[in-house]
């Protein structure tokens, strides 16, 4: 762990929890009266980037394609007339991104993973075709608060090979850089480029307090919900989520990154997009099915 540790309790972690859905709950209530009720499971697998301008523009840094499983998540949802609903979510989610280290040379040279895992709580207002066939359409948008519950970024690099300095950047910059992370950097090459004496590993975790415990989103889905019989639906979805703020802690970075080393880290985004599959009870029956 290379940040000084600051622990959040799990009792505060689940007291905030609990406190966000009685707020939601009261939200929900009114539509209980007169809306149709339903709830269910999901799973999903999505793709998942970080979006930091810091990374982007760093000649050393590749960013691949990263894809994530959120294994379950658990819906409660009430239909308020046949085209309006209102949706309380929560889903267990895994994401993150897999950069490729890249020597002056272009060539593959290390890694670096950020690996994170947020319980989300979307809260959607779905608008629906109001159909009454097996196969209805809908559109989900909403405010979603995420609960950071691991979290990992790991950086590994190999020794004597040259990389190139960013820029904006010195090679005293890059020096100073990696000390704190317990590096040793030696001149490269050429005066543009600079070597690790050894084999490079660090990490930081989430007790490092370098990332935020919470953050607010925007989630929207596009879906499909096909009625299977008379009180389950198959839900079909094309899902995204992008945070609206910043998922680094500054201060706890600045605390590591000294001079114009900032340059290495710049402000944070979770986006994710990917495909969700839901099986749903509904109270009453389902549309298609029912008066059957």
């Not at 540790?5 to 209980?32: E, H, Y």
């Not at 010195?170 to 317990?182: K, R, S």
């Not at 001149?187 to 990332?211: H, Q, R, V």
Request: hydrophobic content about 40%; charged content about 15%.
């Amino acid at each position: 762990v290379l940040y000084s540790l600051k622990f959040t309790s799990k009792t505060q972690f689940f007291m905030k929890l609990r406190n966000l859905f009685f707020i939601l709950a009261i939200t929900l209530f009114p539509a209980l009266a007169w809306g149709q009720i339903h709830f269910g499971v999901t799973t999903a697998v999505n793709a998942t980037f970080i979006l930091d301008k810091g990374i982007s523009e760093d000649p050393r840094y590749n960013s691949t394609m990263t894809y994530n499983w959120a294994p379950v998540g658990f819906n409660f949802g009430v239909d308020v007339g046949r085209k309006f609903g209102l949706q309380l979510e929560s889903i267990l989610s895994n994401q993150g991104q897999i950069y490729e280290v890249i020597d002056a040379a272009e060539q593959i040279a290390g890694q670096r993973n950020i690996d994170l895992q947020y319980l989300n709580v979307p809260l959607l207002f779905k608008f629906m075709n109001g159909s009454d066939k097996k196969a209805r359409t809908n559109f989900n948008i909403g405010p979603q608060f995420s609960f950071l519950t691991q979290a990992t970024e790991s950086l590994q690099a190999d020794a004597g090979v040259d990389y190139v300095i960013p820029e904006g950047m010195t090679y005293e910059d890059i020096q100073e850089n990696f000390a704190q992370y317990g590096g040793t950097v030696i001149p490269g090459s050429t005066p543009d480029t600079y070597a690790l004496e050894s084999d490079f590993y660090a990490e930081i975790d989430k007790a490092s307090n370098a990332f935020k415990n919470t953050e607010f989103q925007i989630a929207a889905a596009f879906g499909v919900d096909i009625d299977i019989s008379r009180n389950l639906i198959l839900s079909t979805q094309v899902r995204a989520n992008y945070s609206l703020t910043d998922m680094t802690n500054e201060e706890a970075f600045n605390t590591v990154v000294s001079g114009n080393g900032s340059a290495l880290l710049s402000e944070r985004a979770n986006l994710l997009v990917g495909v969700q599959l839901g099986l749903h009870y509904v109270i009453g029956g389902t549309r298609s099915f029912k008066g059957k």
